[in-house]
């Protein structure tokens, strides 16, 4: 690592602000490290790391001949996902956290995670990096500095945010930032924390090298922090796709969509039009796959930034077939965590559809008997530049406004592929509602139902109840909000198949949505909200059984007495802090 120009732990004045000075030399008297790196994000000093990564092991030459500028990163064997059982809220009262995060004190969290990070860094490096959240010149923008030991969350951060010098001039410039902490530490699962201190605009997060865990501008910054700071200054942070939809006239709409982890966002945010679609002239840009922050612009429309500037994509299942602008975007200039390798070193992962896997993702030959080949949790991170799709509007300091808010989550049975909210009331009662099965990206158990308001159940950083009612705050009466939807990608048949194409064919749903936007589509009124009929959808060209037809477009009254009592139930686990108006509009739909 020659070329990485290491400075001693006695000079901690990289920058010209004071306070951040300060805090650098704070954490160094800590952590105690061999040298401080601050990271300027230039093409030099990322080769220097990733040749660094390369002699130690911690990055894997892929086959730079198909893959160039791409390495494999293989993460210690517990440490795979986020950790949703460590991660904690820490207000001073812990009502504020709500009954939605696990909280601790500020003062006890600090002293025991920096009981952790005393002296942790001794014979490692620490490095500072300033990143900025969104568009350098935006606004909607925000800024944090992560200190971090690991050369890895570096290179990450470097994709996934706008990193380094000019994010180090802007933090100059505000004198404000978020702080984040993070150390590898030992991995151990029994050593691990992620802690958040949203009232300090700070986070500590030790023994994770995983994603969410350590990438601390993501969901802990960008996320948990934010949506206090969103909270208090009126805007939203939320975990949307923003992707824009262009009709054959040429009008792009911006549609912002909510699911849980893996529940296929970065799919829909890269959707490709079916064939006739195409032909007409429909066409979708991506401007994030994960994170939205939202704010009303001059007009009382909603405007929307992505913070992010990559992708942290799951990689099992992305194909060809299932998200052709992914696989394009991941050809090169991508690090591969947790995947498998070919004989000739190409990533490889279940559902690819093409190569064989030669050695899985803990780094032993491939034996199907024994485990997959990638985990279900492999992730790629690369620049969001790269899709194919990526839309120039995600650069726009103004941000994109929004025509549609979309919640949906994995719900075999009992909701419909789509329907919309009455108002912005309904609607935010529809997305307080949500529930889904959870999946691969958190450790625990898979496929179980569970509450994830908003899809947010995981990141919001104060208590939920508070957080209704910072949504329903919005609604100044002037409808210039966007209208809120609920979609099901996943229904599933008596058979257990699932009875809705998906991927391209989700246009068609977005479609309508549109249409409503506009007044043109159809729908019927039911207790839930407006339902399309089979004959306002275009569902020309799909050959759907008269079950999906029915599945699919159905209101179920029965089932949703029920679910409508289990939502009740689910808002007074809140207690009388959940705001009047989503328990009166619960009731006047469970009555109705
Ligand atoms: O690991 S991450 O939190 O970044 C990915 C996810 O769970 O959405
Ligand atoms: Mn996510």
Known sequence: MNAVPDVSPAGTAGSSLAALNAWVAEVAALTRPDAIHWCDGSDAENAALVAGMEADGTLIRLNHETHPGSWLHRSDPNDVARVEHLTFVCTPERDDAGPNNHWMSPADAHAKIDALFDGCMQGRTMYVIPYCMGPIDSPLSRCGV???????????????????APALARIEREGRFVKGLHSTGELDPERRFIMHFPEELTIKSYGSGYGG?????????????????????GWLAEHMLILGVTNPRGETHYIAAAFPSACGKTNLAMLIPPEGYRKDGWKISTIGDDICWMRPGKDGRLYAINPEAGFFGVAPGTSRKSNPSALASIQSNTIF???????????????????????????????????????????FTVSARQ?????????????????????GGRRPSLVPLVFEARDWTHGVLVGAAMG????????GAVGVMRRDPMAMKPFCGYNFADYFAHWLSFDDGSNRLPKIFHVNWFRKGDGGDFLWPGFGDNLRVLEWMIGRVKGEAGAVETPIGNL?????LNLDGLELTGEAREKLFGFEREGWKAEFDSIGEYLDSYGPRMPRALKDEQQRIARA
């Open 436 to 443: 889904s099965e959870t999946t691969a990206a958190a450790t």
């Open 337 to 379: 965590t947790n995947v498998g390798v070919t004989a000739d070193n190409q990533p490889w992962w279940e559902g690819l559809g093409e190569g064989e896997p030669a050695i899985d993702w803990r780094g032993e030959p491939y034996d199907a008997g024994k485990r997959p080949a990638a985990h279900p949790n492999a992730r």
């Open 146 to 164: 992560e200190i971090t030991d690991s050369p890895y969350v570096v290179a990450n951060m470097r994709i996934m945010t706008r990193m380094g």
């Open 532 to 536: 399309p009929t089979a004959g306002d």
């Open 387 to 407: 899709c194919p799709s990526w839309s120039p509007e995600a650069e726009n300091p103004e941000g994109v406004p929004i025509s549609a808010i979309v919640f």
């Open 213 to 233: 865990n350590a990438l601390l501008g993501k969901k802990c910054h960008a996320l948990r922090i934010a949506s206090h700071q969103a909270r208090n200054e």
